[in-house]
């Protein structure tokens, strides 16, 4: 008998225990419903936002009309409000199945929608998400902007290199003009300067310049007693002689020419695909560090010099530049207003022209 007793009071104890569990998790579910409704609104507002701030921005660059903009913010609004009405009313109905079956739900509907590309974690209740986030499992995916008014170019130059000194021609010039190149890498943001036109952009960025000059007749940079630089003999026999600058320069240039204008519902976009283009512009910046490069045979052994010094070399860079040419290939040239020589008795400039790839 007190065995019997001992199970049926055990039996009654997990009963209670079950039906207070039920009810509490019945509970939950109700408040976790009522949750709902409050995001559905709040999430239908912001969409209702982001769309009529896309229209204002169609608006404002004259992409449609000020009566156009109106009849759709006024089919947005309509849309939002009647997503709201019928999602609300789907939460009220499913709160009213569970308290009509004390906690369970006998339907399968689903409310939300989870887009491509995007993931659901939350709590289902009879099927259907109760309390959920919407996680998009591809975060590096940007909002598509209708008008983009500014892109951008990894900048990349290679050619012949020399210097411009007062008095003399290129021929005169103690550097060759074969084995002088530079060569120029950098980034590049293109904007569209007005609204409805691409005729004419402003070019910007940063360049990392690399300037060389090979110096010819067996003759070196070496600095004075008054510590300017200047070009003597070498005592052996020099097979290499190269010097060059390294510069950070900062260009901008306007950029003339066509574009193909290519529109969909969802984008406008100017393409200089095949398109003439045309840049006139100028630099400034610094010179980062300057190096001269020695090979030569003494004692039967090569010998190569790296000489990393101050040459008396001006710290700040300007000039002027200027490019032509088809879509991403262009013809590049560049010059220096600034003398490379600090104090020298005949000033030198130095000029590059080559090939400009905007990749």
């Known amino acids: 008998m007190r065995t019997i007793t001992t199970f049926a009071l055990l039996f009654f104890t997990l009963f209670v225990v079950n039906s207070l569990s039920a009810q509490e998790e019945y509970e939950k579910k109700i408040e976790a419903l009522k949750s709902q409704k409050i995001k559905i609104t709040e999430q239908e507002k912001g969409a ?50 569970l308290e009509r079956n004390e906690g369970v739900l006998l339907t399968d509907i689903k409310v939300d929608s989870v887009e491509e590309g995007q993931i659901r974690i939350g709590i289902d209740i009879g099927g259907k998400p109760a309390e959920s986030f919407i996680f998009n499992s591809k975060p590096w995916k940007r909002e598509i902007k209708y008008d983009r008014r500014t892109y951008s170019d990894f900048v990349l130059a290679v050619g012949l290199n020399n210097a411009i000194i007062d008095g003399q021609s290129l021929d005169e010039s103690p550097y060759k003009i074969g084995g002088s190149r530079f060569f120029e890498m950098g980034w590049q943001w293109r904007t569209r300067v007005f609204r409805n036109t691409n005729f004419l952009r402003l070019n910007y960025g940063f360049s990392f310049q690399f300037n060389g000059l090979k110096i010819k007749d067996n003759q070196y940079f070496v600095l004075n007693d008054e510590g300017n630089a200047e070009l003597q003999d070498f005592d052996l026999e020099l097979q290499k002689a190269k010097f060059r600058m390294d510069n950070l320069v900062f260009p901008i240039h306007l950029e003339f020419g066509p574009s193909k204008l290519k529109k969909t519902e969802k984008t406008m976009r100017y393409s200089l695909h095949n398109q003439f283009r045309l840049g006139i512009g100028a630099y400034g910046g610094f010179n980062l560090g300057t190096r001269q490069k020695l090979k030569y045979n003494q004692n039967g052994d090569g010998v190569k010099d790296k000489l990393k010094r101050d040459y008396n070399t001006n710290d700040l860079i300007y000039g002027l530049s200027a490019y032509a040419g088809f879509d991403g290939v262009l013809l590049y040239l560049k010059y220096d207003l600034n003398p490379i020589f600090n104090n020298a008795d005949i000033e030198q400039r130095n000029v590059s022209l080559g090939l400009r790839f905007d990749l």
Do not use: F, H, P
């Not at 204002?56 to 660059?61: I, K, P, Y």
């Open 48 to 97: 209702l936002k982001y769309e009529v701030a896309d229209i204002n921005e169609r608006l404002e660059d004259g992409l449609i009309s000020i009566e156009e903009a109106k009849t759709l913010k006024e089919a947005a609004a309509e849309k939002r409000a009647l997503n709201i009405e019928n999602r609300l009313m789907i939460i009220d109905n499913q709160i009213a199945l």
